[in-house]
């Protein structure tokens, strides 16, 4: 029945094989239709999968082969669809098809228009496998390719070495979570012998009692996983740098795909961490602590993709917090409608930005309202989603998860509190972005608005955006039934209100005027508050200071290798007791007698005084 | 016969390009082509050849696809054993190959003595085979040496700038572990004369007797020490940056491909084998020397400018993962170290075919002075990268799958050991990323850079040698198993020896 779904993953292989051998050879429109059509063909399969989903209510699996037999390791090469891969699958193919169509137009003048589609679409497969993967290893093949697609996609303008550093940063800082994952699965692996998700679940559930210190180590490890790849405290500095790509590449992978694979794998092995307070207690502490960081980030930014960059870091914190509070559903929930709109504003930016001729100032931006009706449209939306005003997608996903962090038995209203003061900074920052972008005076005069194929995508993720709060997702089964969070009259009232106020206090400070905070941005305090949080909190500064500096040191110190010293050092003995001994070959007969009689002499001496007399 | 006649082609054929040499400049190349490809289509049968059970010690029997055991100097109890199973058989398969590959990526880099090159090339390629399929310890040990003079004079000879150095620490390094290992095959030899009165140097013959542990222990370095130089193993590595580097690029590909290996498959057919409980003793050490390997390797493979240099300390960082995999010593790891022999014999033969390459258009292997290649030669660039991301162990590539057995297979043993192995995992990203941004990527008009030289691309002959090493990855990356079935039995064989004398091997978590 369900043997077809090996297309999905396998068509953007194709595409990528295809494209990517070529090495850019085939005409710009048979690269985009290889490219679009087989994003395009898998988002029919996916259909056709969640068709047959809906008529069987119950998991599809299929597999292909056993990967690896040895030593009782048997990993199989299979995938598996419930309604938890189902969502993902939705969110990739639909959102990605559109990205890739709105790619087709936006790249059009790049001259590595093939290399470009070539490694979408090896993204698009990588995260397919991820997602469709019903052991940890496979997940972690599709996890380690979408890092590597991540790396080529941000490192694409490769000729300006800026965005070669960018890219190496990303992947070397997710890859430090990667290494952290993988001791995990060996963890895992050494103590329940396999790694397929549903025995090793059973095998967890059956041999370790809740709160077993070896279970709390091995989700902890899966963590690191997650936050490197999320882009969460502390792993989180490489996101923001990893805007040097191109503005679909931050739509699709840093914003609406790849960045939420913690989130997958932790909703994945939600057995595992419930099994573990102490784990589950530390996901929400991460994505409480790292959702109000990078909000008040994003507030100080004047980078229009760096501020959607902290704010995507921002709201995988909420998703972070959902999962840390056990509101499975609310989280991959949330992870559907931050797809929707922040595809949506990044595609939007990518709109401006291409009228603007690559100009990311938002200082340098205004008054866009009337010359670009759809990407303002756009970013109206997106960001009336991204600060959760009421009816909109954002409002529905974001207000389930603040009510279930207050129902949390663990410091729950304090996780509410925080949560909330992050929807409030949200709305500041994003109606801050939409009031100096869009209007005031103009201050760059843009060039033509972007073509249908740009605005095509835009429109039905505006739509997305808005009504996607109705979208039921088939996760019912997936996840343990939650209470549902019961709705306190006060709590219930204050929760939506407060982005309200946030728009409202945008409003007054960036476009009214009516309050100038410049008294207290300016003052001492007020600049270097501003510095700290521009700086993300100094992490950066703290990472080259404590580890990346040292190591390039310790490298360029030893780069002749000490232990060559030593190697070197006994050949020069050698040779300086060769040169000192050759010294003593004169060729004169009298020195070699005289320095017989006197060596003779010598061993006699030796012979009579050490045998004490006694000479034969 | 098969492994005899494969040596004797690559003798009898080494000796032709040498002779041919005077007459006809070109044709030596030809004649090793042509005497490699008859070495490849020898070795075609045995792939289904019936598998022979003979009695290694205790019981045990290990699946053997040839035997022959000839007298040579019966009064010294030597004979030539000639013995290839799956495991031999990998590494013969892996040795031909890049003997083809090393041939195709010196075509016309060598105008000095090309036929006296071949030469060389062919009978370091013959004694590597013997090495593999030798189990008589004299016969093996006289591969050991047949192998070393022919390299010694390829570095010497054909290398570049600092040749004479780097040659002769190449000898002296190999020549004084040898000499080692020598010394323990003698006294190992005569302690079993001592016990059973039978003078002979037959490995089946030497297996499995109890030794005085003292004496067991010595011993048992004797052979470490020589195969950890070779590997090589730090602190023991240092020969290495130097030989690699000032190798003519056939050699490096030999060197780096297959000689290496004959140390990693010294310590999996002797070492352990010979004196398992002796290496039980020291496999907390050799794991630790493993995983020092790893980051050391990679740190100071970060800290280069020269293209080489970076692959040969990379080198060091990847082999050290086959120490670990060994001294852990579980089906999973030992497995894995195989696996990642094959897997770094393709990616960092194809490295080196790419520096030399480089080298060859450039004139320069200083990275510094590179840059921006890739607009010019995009199809080097596109395969330098697939060949970069293999080797940081990406998964459905070969390295990962052995990467990722060696540590998994580790953990059990020793988890601390592993877990400081795991970290190559981000210590090799960044070299390796490095290097692909200063040669490939960045900015290509620089005016120090290149000094306006031409860049040509890789062409059809450097296309020939590359593809097959690309497809190899891809296949024991997406489907190893016919890899694993191949070696399995010999390794499950030499487990079940060791495991039933000693229970320090078996795998328990701490």
């Known amino acids: 029945m369900a043997d077809y779904i090996y297309l999905i993953p396998l068509l953007p292989l194709m595409g990528f094989l295809l494209l990517f051998t070529t090495l850019g050879n085939l005409p710009k429109a048979l690269v985009a239709l290889v490219g679009v059509g087989s994003v395009a063909s898998s988002a029919m399969l996916v259909l056709l999968t969640a068709l047959e989903f809906m008529t069987l209510r119950e998991p599809l699996s299929t597999t292909l082969y056993t990967w690896i037999n040895v030593g009782g390791f048997s990993p199989f090469v299979s995938f598996y669809v419930d309604g938890l891969t189902l969502t993902m699958l939705s969110v990739i193919t639909g959102v990605g098809l559109l990205i890739h169509i709105y790619s087709s137009l936006f790249m059009l003048d790049d001259k590595d228009y093939s290399r470009f589609f070539s490694y979408m679409n090896l993204f698009v497969f990588a995260m397919l496998v991820l997602v469709l993967a019903d052991n940890l290893l496979l997940l972690f093949v599709g996890w380690e390719g979408v890092g590597l697609c991540s790396y080529l996609l941000v490192g694409f303008w490769h000729e300006d070495s800026a965005n070669g550093a960018a890219a190496r940063k990303a992947f070397i800082v997710t890859r430090v979570g990667d290494t952290a994952m993988a001791i995990g699965m060996f963890l895992l692996f050494a103590h329940l012998g396999t790694l397929d998700f549903a025995p090793m679940t059973a095998a967890a559930i059956s041999q370790w009692p809740e709160g077993s210190p070896i279970l709390t180590i091995a989700c902890l490890l899966l963590l690191g996983g997650a936050v490197g790849k999320s882009a969460q405290l502390p792993l989180q500095t490489w996101l923001p740098d990893a805007m040097a790509g191109p503005t679909p590449v931050s739509a699709l992978i840093h914003a609406a795909t790849m960045v939420t694979a913690g989130v997958y794998l932790i909703a994945r092995t939600h057995d595992l961490f419930l099994l573990s307070p102490f784990a589950l207690n530390t996901v929400a502490v991460i994505g409480a602590a790292t959702l109000l960081m990078a909000a008040f980030t994003a507030i100080t930014q004047h980078d229009i993709k760096r501020i959607l960059a902290y704010s995507t870091i921002s709201q995988i914190g909420y998703m972070f917090l959902a999962l840390g509070v056990g509101a499975w559903a609310s989280s991959i929930f949330h992870l559907m409608t931050h797809a929707f709109f922040k595809a949506l504003l990044f595609l939007a930016a990518g709109a401006v930005i291409y009228s603007l001729h690559h100009e990311h100032n938002i200082f340098k931006m205004g008054g866009l309202r009337k010359k670009l009706p759809v990407a303002f449209w756009s970013f109206l939306i997106g960001s009336a989603a991204l600060a959760a005003l009421p009816f909109t997608s954002g409002f529905y996903s974001k207000d389930a998860i603040l009510l279930s962090a207050y129902e949390n038995a663990w410091q729950g209203p304090l996780l509410w509190g925080i949560g909330l003061l992050g929807a409030l900074l949200t709305s500041i920052y994003s109606f801050r972005l939409v009031f100096i972008v869009f209007f005031g005076e103009v201050k760059t005069e843009p060039s033509q608005p972007a073509g249908w194929l740009m605005a095509a995508p835009l429109l039905v993720l505006c739509l997305l955006a808005l009504v996607g709060g109705f979208i039921v997702i088939p996760v019912m089964d997936v996840f343990p039934a939650a209470t549902g969070p019961a709705h306190d009259g006060l709590i219930a009232i204050i929760t939506p209100a407060v982005p309200i106020v946030g728009v409202v206090i945008a409003y007054l400070i960036f476009l009214s005027h009516s309050i100038d905070i410049s008294p207290w941005t300016d003052s001492k305090i007020g600049k270097a508050l501003n510095r700290f949080w521009f700086s993300h909190w100094a992490m950066d500064w703290l990472y080259d200071t404590f580890i990346v500096k040292p190591y390039a040191w310790m490298a360029h110190v030893n780069r002749m290798d000490i232990v060559d010293w030593f190697y070197n050092f006994t050949a020069d003995v050698v040779r300086f007791l060769h040169d000192q001994t050759t010294q003593s070959q004169t060729g004169q007969l009298r020195t070699y007698a005289g320095v017989m009689v006197l060596g003779l002499a010598a061993i006699t001496a030796i012979a009579l005084f050490s045998g004490g007399g006694t000479a034969p | ?510």
């Open chain 2, 1 to 510: 016969m098969t492994m005899i006649l494969i040596m004797l082609t690559l003798f009898i054929g080494g000796l032709a390009a040498w002779m041919i040499e005077g007459w006809n400049r070109d044709l030596p190349r030809w004649i090793s082509i042509a005497s490699i490809t008859l070495a490849a289509l020898l070795l075609v049968p045995l792939l289904d050849a019936p598998v022979e059970m003979l009695p290694l010690a205790h019981g045990v029997s290990a699946p053997w696809l040839e035997y022959i055991n000839v007298p040579w100097i019966p009064r010294f109890g030597i004979s030539f054993v000639f013995a290839i199973d799956g495991l031999s058989l990998l590494l013969v398969a892996l040795t031909i190959f890049l003997g083809f590959v090393a041939v195709l990526s010196s075509w016309s880099e060598i105008e000095k003595r090309p036929g006296f090159f071949q030469f060389n090339l062919m009978w370091t390629l013959a004694g590597v085979v013997g090495v593999f399929v030798s189990l008589d310890l004299f016969l093996f040990f006289f591969f050991w040496e047949v192998m070393l003079i022919p390299m010694y004079l390829l570095i010497a000879i054909w290398g570049h700038e600092k040749k004479s150095y780097a040659a002769m620490k190449f000898f002296l390094f190999t020549q004084v572990s040898g000499l080692i290992m020598l010394v323990a095959i003698l006294a190992l030899v005569l302690v079993h004369y001592s016990q059973s009165g039978v003078l002979t140097f037959n490995y089946f013959d030497l297996l499995g007797h109890s030794i005085d542990p003292d004496l067991a222990f010595w011993m048992m370095c004797g052979f470490f020490v020589a195969f950890v130089v070779k590997l090589p193993g730090f602190p023991f590595h240092s020969w290495l940056p130097d030989a690699h580097t000032q190798a003519p690029t056939a050699a490096s590909v030999l060197l780096a491909g297959i000689l290496l290996k004959t140390g990693a498959y010294g310590l999996i057919r002797f070492t352990v084998p010979l004196f398992p409980d002796a290496a039980a003793e020291i496999s907390t050490l050799a794991m630790s020397l493993g995983a020092i390997g790893i980051l050391y390797g990679a740190l100071l493979a970060f800290g280069q400018s020269d293209f080489k240099r970076l692959v040969a300390y990379s080198s060091v960082s990847h082999m050290g993962f086959v120490l670990v995999g060994v001294f852990a010593w579980t089906e999973l790891s030992i497995q894995g170290s195989v696996m990642q022999m094959v897997a770094h014999g393709f990616s960092t033969a194809a490295l080196f075919m790419i520096a030399g390459a480089l080298q060859h258009r450039l004139h320069t292997r200083n990275m510094n002075e590179m840059g921006g290649l890739w607009q010019e030669a995009p199809r080097m660039g596109a395969i330098a990268m697939f060949f970069i991301v293999a080797s940081l162990g990406m998964p459905g590539l070969g390295n990962f799958v052995g990467e990722f057995l060696i540590l998994l297979g580790a953990f059990a043993v020793n988890k601390w050991i592993t877990i400081l192995a795991t970290l190559g995992l981000v210590t090799g990203a960044m070299y390796a990323l490095m290097s692909l941004q200063k040669v490939f990527q960045g900015e290509r008009d620089h005016p120090k850079k290149n000094g306006g030289i031409s860049m040509p691309d890789f062409g059809m002959r450097e296309m020939i040698a590359m593809i097959p090493m690309m497809i190899g990855l891809i296949y024991i990356g997406v489907y190893p198993q016919p890899v694993f079935d191949l070696v399995n039995p010999v390794l499950a064989s030499l487990y079940e020896l060791t495991g039933t004398n000693n229970k320090i091997w078996v795998g328990v978590l701490p």
